[in-house]
């Protein structure tokens, strides 16, 4: 992650005194700890667990010894708040293995961290390295080809994250990678992952759309109602940001790729 990225992230969280005003809740952290299913995790990682949204979701939902990775002081510190278990060390140093042995891990969690990083062969790899046989990654990224993304792109013929706006600056610094829901697909399978099921997010609970439901409750009720269509009836290309859960590809057989709506 670039270095002028990592103080913008400071930045952005100075005005948060906890986790609770948060102000950036997705819809990728209200389906945990659901994407588990009734897959039996004992040990989870969750990397660049940023303020530990996720890490409180399935530390009160689900049974598991589970640790946040970050190396934001202010996320640490937050999430050190929350009672949960951290540690920092730097995911995209490509010289230097997660300091994990090998197999350790039942889960992996990476939700909206690989589009910043530089090394993502390394990352990957090591992700690999560190679940056990039987082990999943649950990952996310911005789905640039999804109709969020897209729609305004193509009206207005600006790039996705604007520099010159406050909101979007952190965002515009930070992201490196620009994946769309095939290219994640894609690139993570051509690692020894096998895609297991994508889940996507109905609009529900998001700090976004609660903010829209305020202003106008149909205005919300419309669009939560046009995003469940599309993805009841089209490909998950068209989502936000679906989170893939994939399996390591261990030569064992494979169950078919399924589509999952929360």
Same mark, same amino acid.
């Given at each position: 992650?670039?270095?002028?990225?990592?103080?913008?992230?400071? @930045?952005?969280?100075?005005?948060?005194?906890?986790?609770?005003?948060? @102000?950036?809740?997705?819809?990728?952290?209200?389906?945990?700890?659901?994407?588990?299913?009734?897959?039996?995790?004992?040990?989870?990682?969750?990397?660049?667990?940023?303020?530990?949204?996720?890490?409180?979701?399935?530390?009160? =939902?689900? !049974?598991?010894?589970?640790?946040? !990775?970050?190396?934001?002081?202010?996320?640490?510190? /937050?999430?050190?708040?929350?009672?949960?278990?951290?540690?920092?060390?730097?995911?995209?140093?490509?010289?230097?293995?997660?300091?994990?042995?090998?197999?350790?891990?039942?889960?992996?969690?990476?939700?909206?961290?690989?589009?910043?990083?530089? *090394?993502?062969?390394?990352?990957? !790899?090591?992700?690999?390295?560190?679940? !056990?046989?039987?082990?999943?990654? +649950?990952?996310?990224?911005?789905?640039?080809?999804?109709?969020? *993304?897209?729609?305004?792109?193509?009206?207005?013929?600006?790039?996705?994250?604007?520099?010159?706006?406050?909101?979007? =600056? %952190?965002?515009? +610094?930070?992201?490196?990678? *620009?994946?769309? %829901?095939?290219?994640?697909?894609?690139?993570?399978? /051509?690692?020894?992952?096998?895609?297991?099921?994508? %889940?996507?997010?109905?609009?529900?609970?998001?700090?976004?759309?609660?903010?829209?439901?305020?202003?106008?409750?149909?205005?919300?009720?419309?669009? =939560?109602?046009?995003?469940?269509?599309? +993805?009841?009836?089209?490909?998950?290309?068209?989502?936000?940001?679906?989170?893939?859960?994939?399996?390591? @590809?261990?030569?064992?057989?494979?169950?078919?790729?399924?589509?999952?709506?929360?």
């Amino acid at each position: 992650m670039r270095k002028d990225a990592i103080q913008l992230e400071e @930045d952005r969280f100075q005005k948060i005194s906890s986790v609770d005003e948060y @102000d950036s809740f997705h819809e990728r952290h209200r389906i945990f700890p659901a994407v588990f299913e009734k897959r039996k995790h004992s040990r989870i990682i969750d990397l660049a667990g940023g303020m530990g949204v996720v890490g409180r979701r399935i530390q009160g =939902r689900y !049974n598991a010894d589970l640790i946040c !990775n970050d190396i934001c002081p202010k996320c640490l510190s /937050s999430m050190e708040k929350s009672g949960l278990k951290t540690v920092s060390f730097d995911i995209d140093d490509n010289e230097t293995a997660f300091p994990f042995p090998d197999g350790h891990f039942d889960a992996v969690i990476a939700l909206a961290t690989i589009e910043h990083l530089m *090394y993502i062969d390394h990352f990957v !790899n090591e992700i690999y390295r560190i679940l !056990n046989d039987d082990g999943y990654l +649950y990952i996310s990224a911005p789905n640039y080809s999804g109709l969020p *993304y897209l729609l305004p792109f193509l009206l207005t013929g600006k790039t996705f994250h604007d520099p010159l706006s406050g909101p979007d =600056r %952190y965002e515009f +610094y930070a992201h490196i990678r *620009y994946f769309t %829901y095939r290219t994640l697909v894609e690139f993570v399978s /051509s690692l020894n992952f096998v895609p297991e099921a994508v %889940y996507l997010p109905i609009p529900q609970e998001s700090s976004k759309f609660q903010a829209m439901k305020s202003r106008s409750r149909l205005k919300a009720q419309v669009m =939560r109602t046009a995003m469940q269509m599309v +993805y009841t009836f089209f490909s998950p290309r068209w989502a936000a940001e679906p989170v893939i859960c994939f399996r390591k @590809d261990t030569g064992s057989s494979k169950e078919a790729f399924r589509k999952i709506i929360l």
